[in-house]
């Protein structure tokens, strides 16, 4: 999720810049760059590496001019140097930008711009919406217009920040599916991916909407509709936050505000991956022995990817944790072996461990993974990103769901491939992932009644939470939430365990968490429900179903949502419970005791 900052004043830009984009840090990045512009033209200077060490390398403080753009990379296209980091420019030098997104249809634009004769430095996105303005600018001498039909014809999400040398009082900045917000100065305007940039010099902004562009000069601002170029009328807001809260996007909590994120975190992982996951799932297609590989969250995600390999593609694979795989698995691994390894950070020890063990044995390794240029993208032969942005709070929330997505799109082109489901079938479930993100914003507006449910769960010693089928990953992956940040034990569990020992642990009142989409073990779940009910527990169901509400003390209502699709929107209430239920039992729900964001080591 990258950072963006441009301002045009009278101070000296890089200065500016350069503290603006240190503000942005919490976003994540790994590669920064700066362009200022004078009299001279353009001075662009950009790297791999850590804001410090570049201003000390490369010099950003001293860079000349009063205006300038500045970003901080996340990479989604290209892997993290010197050459990928933004800013980009077209074949003159003359214009130049940064960008925060996915361009899904930048091949093609790519393909076709080569043809005229265009130049390519990088192997990014971005690169291209530089050259197709510049394209756009032969046909005509207003740089406005040549941005805007330039920018009508991309297909994704984009925050651009764009200057011209021709218009050298002007900076551009425009918002589609991804932040960006004017601060108003006096004498100086600024704009940026988040408020932190620019707070220090003013509290007054103007936010952008989807579909929206700005136009800053020193003393001016006006905003225009993309498509139409009309003016747009938009208010100034005070904001009234302090630094620490606007990092936080207002928000108490960074898990909060990641777990708000995920509406369009899911769209980023479903459009970063439409243009490979075929031929992803080509490949993956040559496999029948298959083995899914990870730790923590990430397992959870591959115990979905279990039941929808299974459902969809009529495949079997076996799950492990990474810890184990290399001890037990060893001598059953070879060439005819896919391992399918998930990781958020691309540095799970274990999960790298194992990795490096199927790599040894000549096995083929696809890893989905979160971080570009990490090291599992560079054990494995294939890699499938979930584009969802840098995640600071330690309890996965949008990572996790985003990896949901992923798997789903990959069973979903592989039944297609493999014709083990019917293509109208598949169409219809690919149709509804794509209106995940709209029934996980539903399923959000329920955050206040969750956090008065979490009010009387504040005194729970344990708490269970059961599941059938598909619906028990989502179960364990609540459990985990509510432990690794509230500190009240839970156990997540098939819900027909209960009577194998656990239904000894229930009595009066004790929460029993039952994650019930209708599908076809709801029925058998209802019956678990009501033994557990029998011996005195408080139920408490996540759920589309009518039949839960005479079973259940409480329900949680969830849109109705195809049952492959339910771990979904069902997990996001579960991570508001616990989140809240830390918050009220005075912990720090971003940094729980005793852990690590990533486990780097055995």
């Not at 958020?344 to 989905?368: H, N, R």
Request: aromatic letters at 6%; glycine letters at 8%.
């Amino acid at each position: 999720m990258c950072g963006i900052i441009g301002y045009i004043g009278e101070r000296p830009a890089c200065e500016i810049i350069v503290k603006g984009l240190k503000r942005l840090e919490y976003r994540g990045y790994d590669s920064v760059g700066i362009v200022t512009m004078d009299e001279d033209g353009l001075h662009i200077r950009k790297g791999a590496g850590r804001i410090d060490e570049l201003v000390e390398r490369l010099k950003f403080l001293e860079m000349p001019g009063k205006k300038g753009i500045g970003q901080t990379r996340w990479a989604t296209h290209g892997v993290p140097n010197d050459i990928n980091a933004h800013p980009h420019t077209d074949c003159t030098g003359r214009i130049a930008l940064v960008h925060n997104g996915i361009i899904e249809n930048y091949e093609s634009l790519r393909e076709e711009l080569r043809k005229k004769g265009h130049r390519f430095k990088s192997d990014t996105d971005t690169e291209v919406i530089a050259h197709l303005i510049e394209e756009e600018l032969k046909g005509t001498e207003d740089f406005e217009t040549a941005l805007r039909k330039a920018l009508l014809r991309l297909k994704g999400s984009f925050a651009l920040g764009v200057v011209y040398t021709g218009e050298p009082d002007r900076l551009y900045f425009v918002r589609n599916e991804s932040p960006m917000v004017l601060g108003i100065g006096s004498g100086e305007n600024f704009a940026a991916s988040d408020v932190p940039a620019f707070l220090e010099y003013t509290n007054r902004v103007v936010f952008l909407d989807d579909g929206e562009y700005a136009v800053i000069t020193r003393d001016s601002w006006i905003v225009k509709d993309l498509k139409t170029g009309r003016i747009v009328e938009k208010s100034v807001q005070t904001i009234d936050w302090s630094l620490e809260m606007a990092e936080k996007s207002g928000y108490p909590h960074f898990m909060l505000k990641e777990i708000y994120e995920q509406p369009k975190a899911i769209k980023d992982a479903i459009h970063g991956n439409a243009g490979i996951i075929t031929e992803i799932a080509r490949e993956v297609a040559k496999y029948e022995k298959i083995y899914f590989v990870a730790m923590g969250t990430s397992y959870h995600a591959t115990l979905v990817g279990k039941y929808l390999f299974q459902r969809l593609v009529k495949r079997v694979p076996v799950v492990e944790e990474a810890s184990e795989f290399r001890y037990e698995f060893e001598d059953l691994i070879d060439e005819n072996t896919l391992i399918i390894a998930i990781t958020q950070s691309g540095e799970t020890a274990d999960t790298l461990a194992a990795m490096k063990l199927a790599k040894k044995k000549g096995a083929k390794v696809l890893a989905i993974v979160n971080v570009v240029g990490s090291m599992a993208t560079r054990i494995a032969d294939l890699t499938l990103y979930t584009h969802a942005g840098p995640e600071i709070g330690v309890a996965a929330t949008k990572t996790y769901t985003t990896q949901l997505v992923v798997l789903t799109l990959l069973a979903i082109e592989l039944a297609r491939i493999l014709h083990s489901e019917d293509e109208e079938s598949l169409n219809q479930l690919e149709q509804e992932l794509m209106e995940t993100p709209e029934i996980v914003s539903k399923v959000l507006e329920l955050n206040e009644a969750i956090e008065e449910l979490a009010k009387t769960l504040k005194e729970s010693r344990d708490v269970f939470y059961i599941g059938r089928g598909i619906g028990v990953p989502t179960a364990l992956e609540g459990a985990l939430k509510l432990k690794e940040i509230s500190y009240i034990h839970a156990e997540g569990l098939s819900a027909g365990e209960l009577k194998h020992g656990p239904l000894a642990l229930l009595e009066e009142g004790v929460p029993v968490i039952a994650v019930a989409p209708p599908g076809k073990t709801l029925d058998k779940l209802m019956g678990n429900i009501e033994e557990a009910k029998a011996r005195g527990a408080r139920i408490i169901a996540v759920s589309s179903s009518e039949e839960l509400k005479r079973v259940a003390d409480t329900v949680i209502a969830i849109p109705p949502v195809h049952e492959l699709l339910s771990p979904i929107p069902y997990v996001v209430p579960l991570q508001l419970m616990a989140y809240h239920l830390a918050v009220l039992r005075g912990n720090d729900p971003d940094k729980p005791r005793n852990l690590a964001k990533s486990v780097t080591v055995e």
